[in-house]
T-cell receptor, first 111, second 113 residues
Framework: QKEVEQNSGPLSVPEGAIASLNCTYSDRGSQSFFWYRQYSGKSPELIMF????GDKEDGRFTAQLNKASQYVSLLIRDSQPSDSATYLCAVKIEYGNKLVFGAGTILRVKS | GAGVSQSPSNKVTEKGKDVELRCDPISGHTALYWYRQSLGQGLEFLIY????????KSGLPSDRFSAERTGGSVSTLTIQRTQQEDSAVYLC???????????FGPGTRLTVL
């Protein structure tokens, strides 16, 4: 089992719809969770981080964390074509200094 | 202030040559990370520096790879006797500490011919 798993996609949604991206992780002791957006040929850009169970909203983005089920999700409301990118889920494992990244989910927003 | 900077942005080298990649973190960030991203692959952790502590080298793929961080700021990743499988984008990130969000530089695209 991979430490951080994401559906590779592509996930296709129409413009204006809600995009839902999911991520599961194996280290039950993980405390910090991050979502990065990566455009083709560019470096990852931080979108959201979440530490506590529940929802965290920032503009059109909502991160959701459920530690009991070991999953974290990212909702993008009113999706725009400019949201088309690869979304990387990253988890700070309990013991160690690194972020463990999922392979990423490709999101395509169609106008 | 300025973000993480990396140089060069692109590096083409011949197999067997040594290369040095540079990272300048965000001012004040004590934690610095190197990652590697091969085409179509996820991010692979290489090495982590935190202040004056001994670096976490657990992700370095072979002894041809080394890194140093001078004065708690700029870092250099060195790859000796490069191989074609070393071709990838090398990303540097920095953060206030290992518990905080990381900010990435633009990366160095390394091509080994």
């Amino acid at each position: 089992q991979k430490e951080v798993e994401q559906n590779s996609g592509p996930l296709s949604v129409p413009e204006g719809a809600i995009a839902s991206l999911n991520c599961t992780y194996s280290d039950r002791g993980s405390q910090s969770f991050f979502w990065y957006r990566q455009y083709s040929g560019k470096s990852p850009e931080l979108i959201m981080f979440i530490y506590s169970n529940g929802d965290k909203e920032d503009g059109r983005f909502t991160a959701q964390l459920n530690k009991a089920s070991q999953y974290v999700s990212l909702l993008i409301r009113d999706s725009q074509p400019s949201d088309s990118a690869t979304y990387l889920c990253a988890v700070k494992i309990e013991y160690g200094n690194k972020l463990v990244f999922g392979a990423g989910t490709i999101l395509r927003v169609k106008s | 202030g300025a973000g993480v900077s990396q140089s060069p942005s692109n590096k083409v080298t011949e197999k067997g040559k040594d290369v040095e990649l540079r990272c300048d973190p965000i001012s004040g960030h004590t934690a610095l990370y190197w990652y590697r991203q091969s085409l179509g692959q996820g991010l692979e952790f290489l090495i982590y520096f935190q202040g004056n502590s001994a670096p976490d080298k657990s992700g370095l793929p072979s002894d041809r790879f080394s890194a140093e961080r001078t004065g708690g700021s700029v870092s250099t990743l060195t790859i000796q006797r490069t191989q074609q499988e070393d071709s990838a984008v090398y990303l540097c990130a920095s953060s206030w500490s290992s518990y905080n969000e990381q900010f990435f530089g633009p990366g160095t695209r390394l091509t080994v011919l």
